[in-house]
């Protein structure tokens, strides 16, 4: 599977964003995706995780309230719509495809990994 995330930018705070991860190789249908970000000089963190169908999500507590995340299998994409952004959501935003069958917010379970895209939010 390759992925290809798109969509980052330079947002004010308060501003909204939608990201987006485009699929080829396998169909994302097949896989349960997630969303990290990785802020300078810190570690991966996870945001949001997708069930195969979409039924099921599950977020990080950063980002309960405030991102959905969402897939359009006919388009192998998923999206990661950003609102209410803060300078602390800043970092690179990594999508992710794993073959675990449920949604996870653990790291080393994710099997695929995107380039990333740069999410800059100004105070």
């Known amino acids: 599977v390759q992925l290809q995330a798109s969509g980052g930018g330079l947002v004010q705070a308060g501003g909204s964003l939608r990201v987006s991860c485009a699929a080829s190789?396998?169909?994302?249908?097949?896989?349960?995706m997630g969303w990290f970000r990785q802020a300078p000089g810190k570690e991966r963190e996870f945001v949001a995780s997708i069930s195969k169908a979409g039924g099921t999500t599950l977020y990080a507590d950063s980002a309960k309230g405030r991102f959905t995340i969402s897939r359009d299998n006919a388009k192998n994409t998923v999206y990661l719509q950003m609102n209410n952004l803060k300078p602390e959501d800043t970092a690179v935003y990594y999508c992710?495809?794993?073959?675990?069958?449920?949604?996870?917010?653990?790291?080393?379970?994710?099997?695929?990994w995107g380039q990333g895209t740069l999410v800059t939010v100004s105070s």
């Open positions: 992710a495809a794993t073959t675990w069958g449920i949604v996870t917010r653990n790291l080393v379970r994710y099997d695929y």
């Open positions: 190789g396998r169909t994302v249908s097949t896989q349960v």
